[in-house]
């Protein structure tokens, strides 16, 4: 069937900033499908209002719209370009729930725009969880004894005819957002009011639960002619009861006999030819671990997060094969990118297995609710790929870029009693892996594993070989056939160390004695049956072919690992456009990452992509292989950064700005002797390095002092305190966030924060714009509002700032870029020096039309700023104003601390721009606080401390506000009533009444008063 020819033009829905259970994965997709459709000749329009992803590049499309996510703005769009056809299905849940919302707004209608790909009657059927039910009874496929409810009474009445415990699914939502498992009625009825406000349609089933049955997911591919396949079965580690998302998963499945694999599989086939999917399609179901039983569990009608791990596993790219899917094309038309001989209907073959583990914020946020349920709680993941599963499940657990004490001994740092294991493993953390090793540490069976945790038995076994083969080292002489067997298991040398008290360079030593090497293995979907030429491998320690050829004139850029709060997408990014640079240039790139979900780790991006831990035995053993001319460690986030000395330890070649100049930005007090010695002013200081030096410290700069950690993202273990208690509760966070590494303790100023990101060839320095932070210091710069042009400094002062990069650049002899920080108030003062790419980068690169990470890497490979276009001084601002939003998931994380701090607390960012700044910032909150000038409510809720804020008071007055303080009981207020939440008190989080009074209604959520008033001032709201 050819592709369709009536339609000459295509709008693309996003998926929008990042939020916990909708993150990059959809970056990818989204970039894949876009692609793939200019490939097949069409005219691409794409709107989201992420800034920071490769999706939203100009290069993508034809056509990028950088705006909200809303019905108004994308009719606006609509009417100005005339797309013929819009594909929602790569934008996740938010690109499905816009797709329904412009059709029932008559939009699609009005302009005569044809929905492609998966239609909205099967939309609806996969989604709406009554129609849903009704469907897979009509095929006769099982699903739990469930009712879909629109109110508490009926959950509450359902609940009592099948018994507890109960899950609540809410409609419409993504990463099982407001849903949870009850146990009685008490939790039934908070969950079933959470959810019901959460879900657009007002609707939640009811579920009678299967927690503890195995969860096994396939993704499937379906034509409009019907022909279909399985991409790739996954199997959970963990039972039903945990999202997905926040599972181990192990691809291909691996404690399925055939028959349950083959009627799994049957189902999963039935399910997306009843529901008519045409693209990609995620399925899941319960087996029953004992019996021939099992239950549908949900369908996922688009593309989803398991899709990009699925394509990762197995090189098939899902997201690309859909949009053709969704444009007419067959999957017998379509060639298989991979092996370039065969056609995208054949199902990959698997000749290794991957292993996901799931990234958590939970080092960050330690107040947070780290049990797990059905609702997702992280904010990455990371995948190994092995020969045996032992060896992927290490790999994983390198790449997670957590405690080295647990990647390294695979211990919690606390012993626990077998009594509180016991409780620990039946109601399952974050930590529940590393507690199930101290199980076996304690001698538990596996069958003891089992009763508490549910887990298959064939997972618990190779999580009990790890752990024999730990004591194996820790109790014997270190033996060459020990330390092979050991590597080919997953253990790396560092591990090893641990293990055995023997040195890592002895280890090293062995290995180069006794030719002990890792071979590289090729990805390529087919399990070898036919030639393919995928650049993607992996490594294994078992003897056979290596199939990685070393590319000559190659450079290497390192990845920043797993998503998390403080590095998110916009480093994949400036990693992307490396790799492109690098290629103009004529150079070959590779890359080295771990995460499943991001472009950087499609294999078509590079020249060769290696998915390994961005440890240093495993980039070593790769730097070994290739030979680069060098590494590049600007793009890869605080991942990169913090291999760097050992890398030059080892001889190699760093590119850019060396390890001397990044010491002096990143070692605090080598930074404090550099804006000495240039006559920079910074708050005043010291460095400590204990708890006793941190006391001295601040008695000499006087309270309130800023505390800050050398060598760490997202700010993270960074405060604002006011006294000694404090001081030492943040210096311990401090130490424990970056051990044996100095601690810079400043005298807190209040000001206007600002930010610059520079380019510079190691003699001169552009600077393409100055942003500025409406909330001023003391908040962290990924949580502030950032505004370019600056709307408050005056010249005098930009001029300085300016002249202060100019000199830091210098100073440090940077190459390619940097981001510095400042605090402009009696005068202008430097805070902070990264010297790598930063968050920004993407959103500057989009607005001034320079692509920042591009222009870094041809001054990182010996240009000068003349020779890219460039030239020293600062960048021609321009006539529009352009808005960053910080977006946050405080939803999904039960007693995080929600006051805005030094501390990064957001998962992603929306953009907005206007001619004013009050346009600008209007549009930016659209997907970030929310539409403040559409809601109807009258009253702010504050809590005691904001109730304090005079300026904030004055601002609501003039808008003729009318306030409510809430120090408990919120039931003379109803959510209609409310225009917005205000909360002050430090102490907050999502727990506190008031703020999940805000949180479980969608009532926009202000935790630091100064962005409320901020925007107040900017009269985004009218007067009510």
């Not at 908070?190 to 406000?197: A, C, K, Q, V």
């Not at 945790?453 to 190779?462: A, D, G, S, V």
Request: hydrophobic share 40%.
């Amino acid at each position: 069937m050819p592709k369709i020819a009536t339609i000459k033009k295509i709008m693309v829905i996003g998926s929008g900033p990042i939020v916990i259970g909708q993150a990059a994965e959809f970056d990818y997709a989204g970039s894949q499908a876009c692609i793939s459709l200019q490939e097949e000749g069409y005219e691409v329009g794409l709107v989201n209002s992420n800034p920071a992803t490769i999706m939203t590049d100009d290069e993508i499309a034809d056509h990028v719209y950088l705006a909200p996510l809303t019905v108004a703005s994308i009719t606006e769009i609509i009417a100005k370009e005339k797309p013929d056809a819009l594909l929602p299905t790569l934008g996740g849940q938010t690109g499905l729930n816009l797709a329904i919302d412009l059709f029932e707004a008559g939009v699609l209608d009005q302009y005569h725009v044809q929905l492609l790909g998966t239609g909205l009657k099967t939309i609806q059927q996969a989604e709406d969880r009554e129609e849903f039910k009704e469907l897979m009874e009509s095929i006769h496929q099982p699903i739990p004894a469930s009712l879909t409810v629109h109110d508490t009474e009926a959950a509450v009445k359902f609940a009592h005819q099948i018994g507890y415990p109960v899950i609540v699914r809410p409609a419409f939502t993504l990463g099982g957002s407001g849903g949870g498992i009850a146990t009685n009625q008490t939790e039934l009825l908070d969950i079933t009011h959470r959810g019901l406000s959460m879900s657009p349609a007002t609707e939640c089933l009811i579920e009678k639960s299967i927690a503890g049955y195995k969860e096994i997911e396939f993704e499937v591919m379906r034509d409009a002619n019907g022909d279909k396949i399985s991409v790739c079965c996954m199997e959970n580690f963990d039972p039903v009861g945990i999202h997905t998302g926040d599972s181990i998963v192990v691809a291909p499945s691996q404690s399925l006999n055939d028959s349950t694999y083959q009627r799994l599989r049957t189902a999963s086939l039935a399910i997306v030819e009843a529901l008519n999917i045409q693209g990609g399609c995620n399925v899941q179901l319960a087996q029953n671990p004992t019996t021939d039983e099992y239950f549908v569990i949900e369908v996922n009608p688009r593309v989803s997060r398991s899709s990009a791990l699925a394509s990762k596993a197995t090189g098939y790219p899902i997201a690309k094969i859909a949009a053709k899917i969704a444009v007419g094309l067959n999957l017998k038309e379509i060639t298989n990118p991979v092996t370039q001989t065969t056609n995208a209907a054949f199902e990959p073959a698997l000749d290794y297995l991957i292993v996901k583990i799931p990234r958590f914020p939970f080092d960050k946020f330690d107040t947070a609710d780290s049990h797990l349920g059905t609702q997702m709680k992280a904010t990455g993941e990371v995948m190994g790929i092995g020969l045996t599963m032992e060896e992927a499940f290490l790999k994983a657990v390198a790449s997670l870029e957590i405690n080295p004490q647990l990647e390294n001994t695979l211990l919690p740092e606390q012993d626990l009693s077998d009594e509180e294991l016991t409780q620990h493993l039946a109601h399952p953390t974050d930590q529940r892996l590393f507690e199930i090793f101290l199980a076996l540490q304690h001698g538990w069976t596996i069958e003891q594993l089992f009763e508490a945790t549910q887990i298959t038995p064939f997972f618990l076994h190779k999580l009990a070989n790890i752990w024999d083969i730990m004591t194996e080292l820790q109790n014997n002489q270190l033996t060459v056939p020990l330390l092979q067997h050991s590597l080919k298991f997953g253990f790396n040398p560092t591990m090893i160390a641990t293990a055995t008290a023997v040195p890592v360079a002895e280890i090293n030593s062995m290995m180069v004695t006794n030719h002990i090497q890792p071979v590289y293995k090729m990805v390529d979907t087919c399990a070898g049956e036919f030639d393919s030429a995928t650049p993607y491998f992996y490594s294994s320690y078992f003897p056979g072919e290596n199939e990685s050829v070393p590319l000559k004139n190659n450079i290497i850029v390192l990845g920043s690992g797993p998503i998390r709060i403080g590095q998110g997408v916009e480093f994949d990014y400036t990693t992307v456009h490396s790799v492109q640079a690098i290629q103009q240039h004529g150079y070959q790139a590779i890359i080295i990452n771990n995460n499943p979900e991001t472009v950087s780790t499609d294999f078509s991006i590079s020249d060769k992509l290696y998915f390994e831990p961005l440890t240093i035995d495993h980039v070593m053993q790769i730097i070994d292989l290739e030979q680069p001319e060098g590494v590049i460690v600007q793009f890869g986030g605080q991942t990169a950064i913090n291999l760097t000395a050992e890398l030059v330890a080892q001889g190699v070649n760093i590119l850019g700005t060396s390890l001397a100049g990044i010491n002096q930005t990143e070692d605090r007090h080598e930074f404090e002797e550099l804006l000495a010695s240039l006559s920079i002013k910074q708050p005043n200081g010291d460095t400590a390095m204990n708890q006793a030096d941190a006391h001295v410290v601040a008695k000499q700069v006087g309270y309130p002092v800023m505390v800050r950690p050398s060598f760490v993202l997202g700010g993270r273990a960074m405060a604002v305190v006011t006294d000694d208690s404090e001081l030492d509760e943040y210096v311990e966070k401090a130490i424990d966030a970056a051990p044996h590494q100095p601690i810079l303790i400043d005298h807190y100023v209040a000001g206007t924060e600002c930010e610059v990101d520079i380019l510079s060839d190691g003699h001169d320095v552009f600077i393409p714009g100055i942003m500025e932070h409406l909330e001023g210091s003391g908040v962290h710069s990924g949580d502030s509002i950032s505004i370019y042009p600056t709307q408050h400094l005056t010249t005098a002062q930009k001029q300085e700032i300016i002249a202060i990069s100019t000199k830091i650049g210098k100073a440090v002899h940077c190459i390619g870029m940097m981001n510095i920080q400042f605090i402009v108030a009696d005068a202008v003062y430097v805070i902070e020096v990264n010297p790598r790419a930063s968050r920004t980068v993407p959103f500057m690169s989009k607005i001034t039309g320079n692509h920042l990470a591009k222009q870094a890497t041809g001054l990182i490979l010996g240009k000068s700023l003349t020779e890219i276009g460039l030239f020293a001084g600062y960048g021609a601002e321009p006539d529009q104003v352009f808005v960053k939003a910080p977006v946050f998931s405080f939803a999904k994380l039960p007693g995080m601390m929600t006051t805005l701090s030094p501390e990064m607390k957001s998962t992603g960012e929306s953009i907005g721009s206007g001619a004013t700044f009050s346009e600008a910032l209007t549009n930016a909150l659209y997907d970030s606080y929310g539409s403040l000038s559409n809601r109807t409510g009258k009253i702010v809720l504050l809590d005691n401390s904001a109730e304090d804020d005079t300026e904030l008071l004055i601002e609501l007055a003039k808008h003729n506000f009318e306030t409510m303080v809430i120090s408990g009981d919120i039931s003379d207020v109803t959510p209609a009533e409310a225009a917005f939440v205000v909360t002050g008190d430090e102490n907050q989080t999502t727990d506190t009444p008031l703020s999940y009074f805000a949180l479980s209604n969608q009532i926009p959520l202000f935790s630091n008063p100064m962005t409320i008033v901020g925007i107040l001032k900017e009269s985004v709201i009218q007067p009510v």
